[in-house]
């Protein structure tokens, strides 16, 4: 694994009554990224948040990295409106835009780093033409929509094929994965190739958060 690991808490799964103080716990627990599932009750059957959230976290203090999955469609409005909130990286999916270059080339005109995410059934080639343009490849372990599903088995597989094509390519992207990632199956994850780790209920529904983080970047150093 070329990269520093990274794990990324879904504040899908983290209580909005109190998302600041949330936020910053586990950031102060071990987390250096915050990650955003946007959803639009469109693209997929769930409604999340909009744009004003990451503007809120960055006026509330919050200066790491906000890392920014679009489950919308169309994406190119919602590019423009994080990247203004405060984006650190954004990331889209193939399907929902007709154009997939010319919003890759958005999110990097807007000063962002850029992904793209592959669902379960998504094939690969709808990303190698434009693996060359890319900082992070999101893989879906579950379908997008909700928080709390199991991690698909099959996507390890996928994985590996992401970093085999990265490598053909000659490119050091970061492979994220979303969706039922844990302290039991992380390991088997980052050792198919991925080095970004979004979690959600793993983290935020624990008692002790700080002990689940650490028990999480355990898994990531055991030899």
């Known amino acids: 694994m070329h990269n520093k690991p990274i794990i ?14 949330e936020v910053n716990e586990v950031l102060a627990g071990g987390c250096q990224w915050v990650h955003f599932d946007v959803m639009d009750n469109h693209y997929v059957p769930n409604l999340t948040f909009g744009s004003m959230i990451c503007s809120a ?12 999955h679009l489950m919308v469609e169309p994406v190119d409005n919602m ?11 954004i990331s889209f999916h193939p399907e929902a835009s007709k154009h997939i270059n010319r919003s890759i080339n958005l999110v990097k005109e807007l000063g962002c780093q850029v992904g793209l995410v592959l669902n379960p059934a998504t094939s690969l080639s709808l990303i190698e033409e434009s693996i060359q ?15 709390g599903q ?13 970093r085999a094509m990265a490598l053909k390519h000659n490119k050091n992207i970061r492979i994220s994965v979303d969706g039922g990632v844990n302290q039991q199956n992380i390991k088997s994850i980052a050792d198919a190739g ?16 700080k002990l689940a983080i650490e028990q999480a970047f355990a898994q990531l150093v055991t030899k």
Do not use: W
């Open 8 to 21: 990324a808490p879904s504040i899908l799964s983290a209580d909005f009554a109190k998302l600041g103080d």
């Open 57 to 68: 976290l960055r006026d509330h203090g919050i200066t790491a990295p906000i890392d920014v």
């Open 79 to 89: 590019i423009e409106q994080f990247a203004k909130a405060g984006a650190t990286s």
């Open 133 to 147: 343009e890319l900082d992070m490849v999101l893989i879906m372990s579950v379908n997008p929509g909700f928080g």
């Open 150 to 162: 199991a991690f698909i088995p099959s996507t390890l597989d996928k994985i590996k094929r992401v």
């Open 194 to 209: 991925a080095d970004t780790f979004v979690m959600g209920s793993a983290i935020f529904n624990q008692e002790d958060r």
